[in-house]
């Protein structure tokens, strides 16, 4: 009775049938890589999306803290503007008051330099019996010589 239902039939596989087996197998590995690259690709996308969200929130307060800085400087810079400006206003009128000075006094002051210069001549030259007194301490590269050495020197 049962032998009916289960009679055997050896069935030969055909070339198609292993290519089209064969082509099912490679579009499964294929699907099961592009479903892992794209879990990875989701799983980095999100990374991503967290780390652009804390720069974010970083970044608006530093921002803040920039725009403020910035503006001081601009005050800053304004007032240096306005001190350069009243410093280059003293200084032409410094320049404009020396000028005046020197023109009012200029001339005066040589003619009482020029006198003063004649008198001593002429005091001088009255006096050439006495011998002129030399100066106490000579200069040499940056170093004093007493006086006694300097004439021990000059009688060397």
């Known amino acids: ?36 690259a794209l879990a990875r690709l989701a799983q980095t996308l999100r990374a991503t999306t967290k780390l652009v969200a804390d720069v974010t929130d970083q970044a608006v307060p530093l921002l803040a803290d920039a725009s403020t ?24 009128n410094a320049s404009a008051l020396s000028t005046t000075v020197a023109s009012t006094f200029g001339g005066p002051l040589v003619k009482v330099a020029a006198f003063g210069y004649g008198v001593r001549r002429a005091l001088g030259a009255r006096k050439e019996d006495v011998p002129a007194r030399e100066p106490r301490r000579t200069v040499i590269v940056g170093r004093t010589i007493p006086a006694a050495r300097r004439t021990k020197r000059k009688k060397d």
């Open 1 to 36: 009775m049962f032998r009916h239902v289960f009679r055997e039939r050896v069935h030969t596989v055909s070339g198609g049938e292993v290519a089209g087996i064969l082509v099912a197998v490679f579009w499964a590995i294929l699907v099961s890589f592009l479903a892992v």
């Open 69 to 92: 800085a910035v503006r001081s400087a601009q005050t800053q810079i304004d007032r240096v503007d306005a001190i350069a400006s009243d410093v280059q206003e003293v200084t032409s």
